[in-house]
């Protein structure tokens, strides 16, 4: 969603905070803004559009410098993307600037009683009460911070907050209540940031602030205060990170590079997980005994978006391997729909970026309710990976693009290794648990020879690329692969597509079908290939396009398909991992061929953090 990064210390402060914000832009940016204190007075600004926008229209450098900075880029929630609704937003003298991500919900009854007070208000934002209400208490406490308490104790929503005040020109200060905050500690000089990867090039020492922590940061000095009362001794960490992993390196986009990448980005997910001796998987951060296993009577999957697939993947894997019951579930459903949750109910939060807000409250209204909650997540010490009771990373690497490629195939990775360890207590025996482990060995180069093809598919996007629907089908494990090919599509190439279990077709969707409409089917050799075909056939004859999925040495799909994608062979729980490459590179290359913007599609984010 929104963007923070702030800087204090000795250097120039602007080219480093527009710097560290280009590094999260991918992250979504509709408008730009920044604060400086320049000759001790508080400069602001602001642009609609790209952080190239604002970065023209600063002044010469002479005019804008200062060793204290805060910057941010929007993401629309209250308000147009515009100049005055960019941030930061101000009080009414210009004196106090706040870059603000989350949401504040009482932010209208507010604005009136702000209003009434006497506040001139110039933004739509939500954001802009909390500079008036800091204005408002500045008057009446005795310092700066306790003016911040009293302001925040009367707002209602989330927020990762940076402060600038021109009363107070050296220092920073940062807050956070439900949106990640990071403050990283270089040699006299100090960083502030939603996300690590704005400024692991400045420094690798990082620490997390937690809901409710003001941090009042200066050059030489940091302080924080939980609750704006008792001092607080952060946990800081190294973070493990390496620059390259957020370069584009020889790939057009970021999108290209992580799927290219997921031949090794799904060995990392497995590697050092299997126990060949045993045939079964080592997932130790669950931190769960054989005897909790064993009492495991059910199993809840939770997630959005792409990771909503993924989890869906893992109910036909898990129910398959272990015969325990999945339910799975929109994270924002699952927080608001009050969920029946029994002793022995295992539950699982699903996330690459494990900032997602539905996903984390999801996990709260969980443990609130006495649950184990774990979390699948990709980002190291993300709210969701430090909240759970366990859980497992990924190990994906750093994901850029806004649609979700590597992080989806390590997830099923994943959950295909926690269906073998649930399946090896119950089920599943020595040899097939290591069958199963063998063939998810053999998966990346099974990738790999996928890829290859990527030449075929581009030639197969130039054929669809300005078709207006798109329909995916997909039967079994494959049907959440058929939603996910869809989704891929319509978020980056703005086609309207939709993914069905075949069989649904005739229910409904069949009378969308013309010779106009691509229809892009997974029909791989697997109990449920026959009965697919036969809703193929279906589809060709009220004269669809088809382009279809199959394995290497099924030729029958030629004679009905304009275009047929063959696929090695692989154990049916394992093919999602290879469906699915397939489609994310055909919504690539569609969306390339359109001339979109592939990594950063309008109107998203690539963490949702607000509700
Ligand atoms: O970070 P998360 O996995 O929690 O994100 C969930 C969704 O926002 C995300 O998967 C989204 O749907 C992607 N744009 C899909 O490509």
Same mark, same amino acid.
């Given at each position: 969603?929104?963007?923070?990064?702030?800087?204090?210390?000795?250097?120039?402060?602007?080219?480093?905070?527009?710097?560290?914000?280009?590094?999260?832009?991918?992250?979504?940016?509709?408008?730009?803004?920044?604060?400086?204190?320049?000759?001790?007075?508080?400069?602001?600004?602001?642009?609609?559009?790209?952080?190239?926008?604002?970065?023209?229209?600063?002044?010469?450098?002479?005019?804008?410098?200062?060793?204290?900075?805060?910057?941010?880029?929007?993401?629309?929630?209250?308000?147009?993307?515009?100049?005055?609704?960019?941030?930061?937003?101000?009080?009414?003298?210009?004196?106090?600037?706040?870059?603000?991500?989350?949401?504040?919900?009482?932010?209208?009854?507010?604005?009136?009683?702000?209003?009434?007070?006497?506040?001139?208000?110039?933004?739509?934002?939500?954001?802009?009460?909390?500079?008036?209400?800091?204005?408002?208490?500045?008057?009446?406490?005795?310092?700066?911070?306790?003016?911040?308490?009293?302001?925040?104790?009367?707002?209602?929503?989330?927020?990762?907050?940076?402060?600038?005040?021109?009363?107070?020109?050296?220092?920073?200060?940062?807050?956070?209540?439900?949106?990640?905050?990071?403050?990283?500690?270089?040699?006299?000089?100090?960083?502030?940031?939603?996300?690590?990867?704005?400024?692991?090039?400045?420094?690798?020492?990082?620490?997390?602030?937690?809901?409710?922590?003001?941090?009042?940061?200066?050059?030489?000095?940091?302080?924080?205060?939980?609750?704006?009362?008792?001092?607080?001794?952060?946990?800081?960490?190294?973070?493990?990170?390496?620059?390259?992993?957020?370069?584009?390196?020889?790939?057009?986009?970021?999108?290209?590079?992580?799927?290219?990448?997921?031949?090794?980005?799904?060995?990392?997910?497995?590697?050092?997980?299997?126990?060949?001796?045993?045939?079964?998987?080592?997932?130790?951060?669950?931190?769960?005994?054989?005897?909790?296993?064993?009492?495991?009577?059910?199993?809840?999957?939770?997630?959005?978006?792409?990771?909503?697939?993924?989890?869906?993947?893992?109910?036909?894997?898990?129910?398959?391997?272990?015969?325990?019951?999945?339910?799975?579930?929109?994270?924002?459903?699952?927080?608001?729909?009050?969920?029946?949750?029994?002793?022995?109910?295992?539950?699982?939060?699903?996330?690459?970026?494990?900032?997602?807000?539905?996903?984390?409250?999801?996990?709260?209204?969980?443990?609130?309710?006495?649950?184990?909650?774990?979390?699948?997540?990709?980002?190291?010490?993300?709210?969701?990976?430090?909240?759970?009771?366990?859980?497992?990373?990924?190990?994906?690497?750093?994901?850029?693009?806004?649609?979700?490629?590597?992080?989806?195939?390590?997830?099923?990775?994943?959950?295909?290794?926690?269906?073998?360890?649930?399946?090896?207590?119950?089920?599943? /025996?020595?040899? @097939?648990?290591? *069958? #199963? !482990? &063998? %063939?998810?060995?053999?998966?990346?180069?099974?990738?790999? /020879?996928?890829? @290859?093809?990527? *030449? #075929? !598919? &581009? %030639?197969?996007?130039?054929?669809?690329?300005?078709?207006?629907?798109?329909?995916?089908?997909?039967?079994? !494990?494959?049907?959440?692969?058929?939603?996910?090919?869809?989704?891929?599509?319509?978020?980056?190439?703005?086609?309207?597509?939709?993914?069905?279990?075949?069989?649904?077709?005739?229910?409904?969707?069949?009378?969308?079908?013309?010779?106009?409409?691509?229809?892009?089917?997974?029909?791989?050799?697997?109990?449920?290939?026959?009965?697919?075909?036969?809703?193929?056939?279906?589809?060709?004859?009220?004269?669809?396009?088809?382009?279809?999925?199959?394995?290497?040495?099924?030729?029958?799909?030629?004679?009905?398909?304009?275009?047929?994608?063959?696929?090695?062979?692989?154990?049916?729980?394992?093919?999602?991992?290879?469906?699915?490459?397939?489609?994310?590179?055909?919504?690539?290359?569609?969306?390339?061929?359109?001339?979109?913007?592939?990594?950063?599609?309008?109107?998203?984010?690539?963490?949702?953090?607000?509700?």
């Amino acid at each position: 969603m929104s963007n923070i990064v702030g800087y204090i210390g000795k250097r120039n402060a602007l080219p480093i905070v527009i710097e560290a914000l280009k590094r999260l832009e991918y992250r979504g940016c509709d408008s730009a803004g920044c604060a400086i204190i320049h000759d001790n007075k508080l400069q602001i600004y602001k642009k609609p559009g790209k952080i190239v926008d604002l970065e023209r229209s600063l002044p010469e450098p002479n005019l804008c410098s200062g060793s204290v900075a805060i910057a941010h880029t929007r993401w629309a929630t209250h308000g147009e993307p515009s100049e005055v609704n960019a941030h930061p937003q101000i009080d009414c003298y210009g004196k106090i600037a706040i870059v603000h991500n989350g949401i504040i919900e009482n932010y209208i009854p507010l604005k009136k009683q702000l209003i009434e007070l006497g506040h001139q208000f110039i933004s739509d934002t939500d954001t802009e009460v909390i500079a008036h209400l800091i204005e408002q208490y500045r008057t009446s406490e005795p310092t700066i911070q306790e003016a911040i308490r009293v302001a925040l104790s009367k707002v209602e929503g989330t927020y990762g907050l940076a402060i600038l005040c021109e009363d107070e020109p050296d220092q920073i200060f940062a807050i956070r209540k439900g949106s990640p905050l990071i403050v990283g500690i270089g040699d006299n000089e100090h960083f502030i940031a939603n996300d690590v990867s704005a400024i692991v090039i400045h420094t690798k020492r990082v620490f997390y602030l937690q809901d409710d922590e003001l941090c009042i940061l200066k050059g030489d000095y940091f302080e924080i205060t939980n609750g704006f009362r008792e001092k607080v001794k952060p946990q800081v960490s190294t973070v493990d990170w390496d620059i390259s992993a957020i370069e584009k390196g020889p790939y057009k986009h970021f999108m290209l590079k992580e799927i290219f990448e997921q031949p090794i980005s799904v060995d990392n997910a497995f590697r050092g997980r299997i126990d060949e001796s045993s045939g079964n998987a080592r997932l130790g951060g669950l931190k769960l005994t054989p005897q909790d296993i064993s009492k495991i009577e059910q199993i809840h999957l939770v997630g959005c978006g792409t990771s909503y697939h993924a989890a869906l993947i893992g109910k036909y894997m898990i129910e398959d391997f272990a015969r325990i019951p999945v339910q799975v579930e929109f994270a924002s459903e699952y927080r608001y729909r009050n969920p029946i949750i029994q002793d022995n109910t295992l539950i699982f939060v699903i996330s690459q970026s494990g900032e997602t807000a539905d996903s984390l409250a999801a996990l709260r209204e969980a443990q609130s309710k006495g649950a184990k909650v774990y979390g699948i997540t990709n980002v190291v010490g993300s709210s969701i990976a430090r909240e759970s009771n366990g859980g497992s990373y990924i190990h994906a690497g750093t994901e850029i693009g806004v649609a979700s490629t590597k992080a989806f195939t390590s997830q099923i990775t994943i959950l295909f290794l926690l269906s073998i360890l649930l399946g090896r207590q119950r089920n599943l /025996s020595s040899i @097939q648990g290591l *069958e #199963y !482990i &063998r %063939e998810l060995q053999r998966i990346p180069a099974k990738i790999e /020879s996928i890829l @290859q093809q990527s *030449e #075929y !598919i &581009r %030639e197969i996007a130039e054929t669809i690329k300005d078709s207006h629907n798109a329909m995916y089908l997909g039967r079994g !494990i494959n049907y959440p692969v058929a939603l996910e090919g869809a989704l891929k599509l319509k978020e980056i190439s703005y086609i309207h597509a939709e993914g069905y279990a075949a069989a649904e077709m005739k229910h409904g969707p069949i009378a969308l079908i013309d010779k106009e409409m691509p229809v892009i089917a997974i029909a791989t050799n697997d109990p449920l290939y026959d009965k697919i075909h036969n809703n193929l056939e279906e589809v060709y004859s009220r004269k669809a396009r088809l382009i279809t999925i199959t394995n290497e040495g099924n030729t029958e799909l030629e004679n009905i398909s304009e275009r047929v994608i063959y696929l090695p062979s692989t154990l049916q729980n394992l093919q999602p991992l290879l469906t699915v490459i397939p489609l994310q590179l055909l919504a690539y290359y569609v969306a390339d061929l359109k001339g979109l913007n592939v990594d950063q599609p309008r109107n998203l984010a690539k963490s949702v953090t607000v509700e």
